[in-house]
Every structure is written in structure tokens, then in C-alpha cells.
């Protein structure tokens, strides 16, 4: 690990203050994937600003027919939330499913967007429920959030605040995980939401995407059977040692088969 001064504001406006008046300083949130960056010596921040102590990032609430989730709240509050588990039961699965006890228990749903690991599986539910990314500054559409391998249209020094979930009719998720990390090989998050619907694939490509085929079949017969016979081209998916290419195509298939099949 290299020197750094480290920060634990009370507020998001002090903690923007921070961020704003040094571009090498990062926000932390449970740490999951910034700790073992520095301890490899892969980030070299000049300061940590520890979001840790701020309450208006935390929570779990239901505003009408969306569910608003606080950044700093961690992955076994979403899964264990009986808001969530009624509003959104498959997003509560989906966090319930995410790493081991000990991630679950420190890592954040606002750490792991921002972040937007190829292999998470937030940004798959984000993407399918057409959720808003809300920010100190702004509010961002999903279409218009993820942008590539952990790349967001965060700007430097900005902060995800919290994230707004339309209630969908219907939502499924299946993925296969790394028996290893539990991280994604390759997902389908489905859901039938007031604009439509709506099919988001990750762990398969560098970034997570929407599968338009599925969603058309879908939007004509929602059912398993409809995206069965539906081929992923494999050609811009990730390989790598754990699987092939042409075996997450595959996979895109069965998952949202079993995704279709949860949803009901
Ligand atoms: C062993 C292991 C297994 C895992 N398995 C899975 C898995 O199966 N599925 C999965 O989805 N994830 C998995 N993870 C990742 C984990 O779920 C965390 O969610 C993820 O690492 C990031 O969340 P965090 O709160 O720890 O973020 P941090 O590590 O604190 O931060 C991550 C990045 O986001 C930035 N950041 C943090 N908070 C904010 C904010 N509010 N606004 C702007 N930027 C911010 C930080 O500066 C940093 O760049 C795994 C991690 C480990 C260590």
C-alpha cells in the first residue's frame, strides 16, 4: 500500500467538498474491491474519503411505484430488506446471491455500480429495471450509465447518492458464478416495466448490455420458450480461463431461459 490521508466526512456535501479539492482523492464505500486495489499497489490515491459515516446514504425506502435505495446501503440489507423482498423479490434474490457472507456484509449497492465490474451483478438489475442513478449532482438514465468495462458516466469527483427502481410487473434473474469468486460468468436480469421489456445480460461482455432480440420475443410471448432458440453472437464476449467466448453465448441463452422461468 502507498501513503494516503484519509477523510470521513459526515455529510455528501463535505465529502464533495474533499473529492472536489483533490482529483487524486477516491471515495470508499465497503471497500470490497479499493482495498485490495491498494493493497496491490494497483491505485495510488493521495487520499481516502470514507463514506462510511454518512447517513443520507443509507436506506431502504418505498416512494409510490419505485423502491429508493441509499448508495451505502450493503448487499445483505438488500437481500434481507422484506421491502425489497416484496416490491422487487428478485432484486433481493439477485443481492442475496453476491459474493460470500463477509462481502455481503461490506460491500455496497452504490461501490458496486459505481465500480461496474463486467462480472457484478447489480448493474444487470439496474439496467433491466431502467432504474435512475441518482448523484450529488444529477440523475442518470441506466441507458445512459454503464459505458464500459469499469467505466460509468460518473465524472471524477462525483458521488452515486442512490438508486430509484421502478416497481416492474415482473423480474427474474439466473446467473452462473464463478464456483470460486460467486462473481458472474454470465447473467440475464428480465422484467416487464411500465416502458416496456426489458433483458440485461452481464458477466458475458466487457460491459453489461441489453439483449434486444430477447426483449422483442418477450414483448410478443413471455414465456421460456420465447428466447430459447435466441443465439448470442459471441463474437465481442469476453474469454478468458474461466470459459470461452462461445461458451458465455451459450450461457446468455440458458440464463435467460431460467430468468423468463423465475420471473413467472
Ligand atoms: C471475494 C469477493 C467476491 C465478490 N463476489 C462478487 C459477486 O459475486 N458479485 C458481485 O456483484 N460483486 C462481487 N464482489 C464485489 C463486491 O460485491 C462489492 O460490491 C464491490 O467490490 C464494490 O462495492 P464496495 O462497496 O466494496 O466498493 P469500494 O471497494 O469501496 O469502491 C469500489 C469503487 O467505487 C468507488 N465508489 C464507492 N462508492 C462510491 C460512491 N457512492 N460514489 C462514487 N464512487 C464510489 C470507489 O472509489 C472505488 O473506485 C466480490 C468481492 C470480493 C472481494
Not at 170 to 176: E, S
Amino acid at each position: 500500500m502507498y501513503d494516503f490521508a484519509y477523510h470521513k466526512p459526515a455529510s455528501v456535501a463535505d465529502a464533495v467538498k474533499l473529492l472536489s479539492a483533490d482529483p487524486d482523492a477516491r471515495p470508499i464505500s465497503g471497500g470490497q474491491t479499493l482495498l485490495p486495489a491498494l493493497k496491490h499497489r494497483l491505485n495510488k490515491p493521495s487520499a481516502i474519503i470514507d463514506l462510511s459515516g454518512i447517513a443520507e446514504l443509507r436506506g431502504i425506502r418505498r416512494e409510490g411505484d419505485k423502491l429508493v435505495i441509499g448508495a451505502l446501503t450493503k448487499h445483505v440489507e438488500v437481500a434481507d430488506s422484506a421491502e425489497v423482498k416484496s416490491a422487487i423479490p428478485a432484486l433481493a434474490q439477485l443481492a442475496g446471491t453476491i459474493g460470500d457472507t463477509q462481502v455481503r456484509n461490506r460491500g455496497t449497492m452504490g461501490g458496486s455500480v459505481s465500480n461496474n465490474d463486467p462480472a457484478a451483478d447489480y448493474p444487470a438489475a439496474v439496467l433491466a429495471l431502467d432504474a435512475t442513478i441518482v448523484t450529488d449532482k444529477r440523475r442518470i438514465a441506466a441507458d445512459e450509465f454503464f459505458l464500459g468495462m469499469f467505466t460509468t458516466a460518473l465524472e471524477p469527483g462525483e458521488l452515486l447518492v442512490a438508486i430509484e427502481f421502478p416497481i416492474p410487473e415482473k423480474a427474474g434473474y439466473a446467473k452462473m458464478k464463478n464456483p470460486a469468486s460467486r462473481y458472474v460468468m454470465a447473467g440475464a436480469f428480465v422484467a416487464k416495466t411500465k416502458s416496456g421489456v426489458r433483458v440485461a445480460i452481464n458477466g458475458a461482455g466487457p460491459c453489461v448490455f441489453r439483449q434486444t432480440e430477447m426483449e422483442q420475443a418477450l414483448t410478443a410471448n413471455w414465456s421460456p420458450d420465447a428466447v430459447a432458440s435466441i443465439k448470442q453472437p459471441a463474437d465481442d464476449l469476453n474469454s478468458d480461463i474461466h470459459g470461452s467466448a462461445e461458451y458465455r453465448a451459450h450461457l446468455v441463452t440458458v440464463m435467460a431461459k431460467r430468468a423468463v422461468a423465475a420471473a413467472g
